[in-house]
């Protein structure tokens, strides 16, 4: 075992796999509501995201938004939100995962003219804070501190 590794084995880290895929994003396995699903680890994303259309197979109870949303060449996207969703990566969870929820396809559009898989949605930056997340981008693994109950 590595040196960082143990470090933060040490202070209650999971270690998680990520799989870089063809447009060089790093893909990982999650399931939310106790649904498996295929995300994007999206360190620039603000917030967590799940595709429109997901709402059901997620169980999620989703409400109207006043937010838009951007990124990936949209602008103002209509936004629902789902809060209080529970979100496990690996051995890692939280049962206050908000999300927003909007329409991926444009993600997904380019994604599969990269030959890559289609994802369910994007983990971002707000799941990797409240993991205290570490990167290693030369392994591909993410870490996240084991949450308190």
Do not use: P
Not at 35 to 47: C, E, M, Q, W
Not at 62 to 88: V, Y
Not at 109 to 136: S, Y
Request: net charge positive.
């Amino acid at each position: 075992m590595k040196r960082l590794e143990k470090i933060l084995k040490k202070k209650k880290y999971i270690k998680i796999k990520l799989k870089k895929i063809t447009t060089n994003h790093l893909e990982l396995k999650a399931k939310i509501n106790g649904v498996k699903g295929n995300f994007i680890l999206d360190t620039g994303a603000s917030n967590s995201c799940v595709s429109l259309d997901l709402i059901e197979y997620f169980k999620l109870d989703a409400q109207e938004s006043e937010t838009k949303a951007a990124g990936a060449g949209a602008i103002d996207m209509e936004t629902q939100q789902s809060e209080n969703n529970l979100l496990k990566i690996g051995d890692w969870k939280t049962h206050k995962c908000h999300l927003v929820l909007f329409n991926l396809s444009h993600v997904n559009t380019a994604l599969v003219q990269h030959k890559a898989k289609e994802v369910h949605g994007i983990i971002g930056a707000d799941v990797l804070q409240k993991g205290k997340a570490f990167i290693d981008y030369n392994k591909n693994v993410l870490y996240l501190k084991k949450t308190k109950k």
